[in-house]
């Protein structure tokens, strides 16, 4: 019955209270027990195995990854390589570019999820929109870079949301309003 093919159902409950009938093999027989296993594993197909596939790093001639980085109207071109962690926005230190701690903190965002603070020197230049804003392009243009520089760091700042572009953006004026939605002052005479 092994060797011939089951094709109905009543063949398949047949074969299996052949198999649950039949005596276990004798352990006088080891040989024949591994050699019966040993063909047995043989059949078997291997099982599959994904591998994670990444992509080339993308570097210029120069050994750096650029990126853009977006946020509200702001838009900054951001370029990574490796170095002591100096960080230049529009050709000043980023300490003084973005006064507050707070933005200094986003700009740093991605270094300290990736654990790669003080490894990259980050020149980048941006325009449009308030500082705010840049901040936000920043980090996503550092992030991008990141990525681009070495594939393996993706997963880690996709999970934090990094590398998606924030779409919020400020609603337009409508006429007949004040602001976008504000009405004008109401008055009875």
Same mark, same amino acid.
């Given at each position: 019955?092994?060797?011939?093919?089951?094709t109905?159902?009543?063949?398949? =409950?047949e074969?299996?209270a052949?198999?649950?009938a039949a005596?276990?093999a004798?352990?006088? @027989?080891?040989?024949?027990?591994a050699s019966?296993?040993?063909?047995?594993v043989?059949?078997?197909?291997?099982?599959?195995?994904?591998? @994670?596939v990444?992509?080339?790093?993308?570097?210029d001639?120069l050994g750096r990854?650029?990126?853009t980085?977006?946020r509200?109207?702001a /838009?900054?071109? !951001?370029w990574? =390589?490796p170095?002591p962690? &100096?960080?230049l !926005?529009?050709?000043? @230190?980023?300490q003084?570019?973005f006064?507050r701690?707070?933005?200094?903190?986003i700009i740093?965002q991605?270094f300290? !999820?990736?654990e790669?603070?003080g490894?990259f020197? /980050?020149?980048?230049t /941006? &325009?449009?929109?308030g500082?705010?804003?840049q901040?936000?392009?920043v980090?996503?243009g550092i992030?991008?870079?990141?990525?681009y520089f070495e594939?393996?760091?993706?997963?880690?700042?996709?999970? /934090?949301?990094?590398l998606?572009r924030?779409?919020?953006? !400020? @609603?337009?004026k409508?006429?007949?309003r004040? =602001?976008a939605?504000?009405?004008?002052q109401f008055?009875k005479?």
């Amino acid at each position: 019955m092994a060797e011939e093919t089951i094709t109905s159902l009543d063949n398949l =409950k047949e074969a299996m209270a052949e198999a649950k009938a039949a005596p276990a093999a004798p352990a006088a @027989e080891p040989a024949a027990v591994a050699s019966a296993t040993d063909a047995a594993v043989a059949e078997t197909p291997a099982p599959i195995v994904e591998i @994670e596939v990444l992509p080339e790093p993308k570097k210029d001639a120069l050994g750096r990854s650029y990126a853009t980085g977006k946020r509200k109207d702001a /838009v900054a071109r !951001v370029w990574i =390589k490796p170095g002591p962690g &100096k960080i230049l !926005v529009n050709g000043r @230190e980023f300490q003084t570019y973005f006064a507050r701690p707070v933005l200094q903190m986003i700009i740093n965002q991605p270094f300290d !999820v990736t654990e790669r603070k003080g490894e990259f020197d /980050v020149i980048c230049t /941006v &325009k449009g929109g308030g500082l705010s804003g840049q901040a936000g392009a920043v980090r996503h243009g550092i992030s991008k870079a990141l990525t681009y520089f070495e594939p393996a760091l993706r997963k880690d700042l996709k999970k /934090v949301g990094f590398l998606t572009r924030d779409s919020r953006v !400020v @609603e337009r004026k409508k006429y007949g309003r004040a =602001k976008a939605r504000r009405s004008f002052q109401f008055s009875k005479r």
